[in-house]
């Protein structure tokens, strides 16, 4: 089956700077890579995903690459502000008939003001 | 659209009792999915159901966990004879039909089920 791999499990960054979580995965049928974002005590919800056909994708101050020859992808958090804090999942999952989707282990994101 | 709704919010049982969670998933979604988080960790998947069957448990304690997702109504997950180590919140997501070429693969959580075992 599907490891889905994440680091840093912590990041602490001063507001401003940058935020960078990496995952890597094992499966080459995965084709769908979603990031999650939840705060605590909430439910995890869905802030960026990214489709194996494409490289990068980019959402405001939010981007996600992917290089599939590698099997990692990336979350990318510029200019960060306190509310960027959160625990962030990443996923894969593959494409057809079942959708089951693995996740990472976590990084919880401290932003410091 | 109402989203993904489970209750109860939060459950609190005694060692030995049962406890069914409950989860309704967003309208048009066929498929649910539950998940085990336990404190300051990451979501477990427990198993993963379509209206009347069982696709996937792997992640299901082999003993007094069970699941269902009957033709009408919410997806229930049991969990008979409680213990201390049960004690987590579970998360219900649901996505859309196979075969809708968007949003294929989004999974929409639901808000949690927090259990407490005292």
């Known amino acids: 089956g599907e490891n889905v791999e994440q680091h840093p499990s912590t990041l602490s960054v001063q507001e401003g700077d940058s935020a960078v979580i990496k995952c890597t995965y094992s499966d080459s049928a995965s084709n769908y890579f979603p990031w999650y974002k939840q705060e605590l005590g909430k439910r995890p919800q869905l802030i960026i995903d990214?489709?194996?056909?494409?490289g990068e994708k980019k959402d405001q101050r939010i981007a996600v690459t992917l290089n599939k020859t590698a099997k990692h992808f990336s979350l990318h958090i510029t200019e960060t502000q306190p509310e960027d804090s959160a625990v962030y999942f990443c996923?894969?999952?593959?494409?057809?008939?079942?959708?089951?989707?693995?996740f990472g282990t976590g990084t919880k994101l401290q932003v410091i003001p | 659209n109402a989203g993904v709704m489970q209750n109860p919010r939060h459950l609190v049982r005694r060692r030995g009792q049962e406890a069914r969670l409950r989860c309704s998933p967003m309208?048009?979604?066929?498929?649910v999915y539950w998940y085990r988080q336990l404190p300051e960790e990451g979501l477990k998947f427990m198993v993963y159901?379509?209206?009347?069957?069982?696709?996937?448990e792997s992640g299901m304690p082999k003993e007094r966990f069970s699941a269902e997702f009957p033709k009408e109504g919410p997806s229930i997950l049991r969990i008979q004879q409680v213990v201390r180590g049960d004690s987590a919140a579970y998360f219900c997501a649901s996505s859309p039909l196979v075969g809708q070429t968007t949003e294929k693969n989004i999974q929409y959580f639901g808000a949690g089920t927090r259990l407490s075992v005292l």
């Open positions: 309208k048009g979604h066929s498929h």
């Open positions: 159901l379509q209206k009347e069957n069982i696709i996937d």
């Open positions: 990214i489709r194996s056909n494409v």
């Open positions: 996923a894969a999952s593959p494409s057809g008939g079942y959708q089951k989707v693995t």
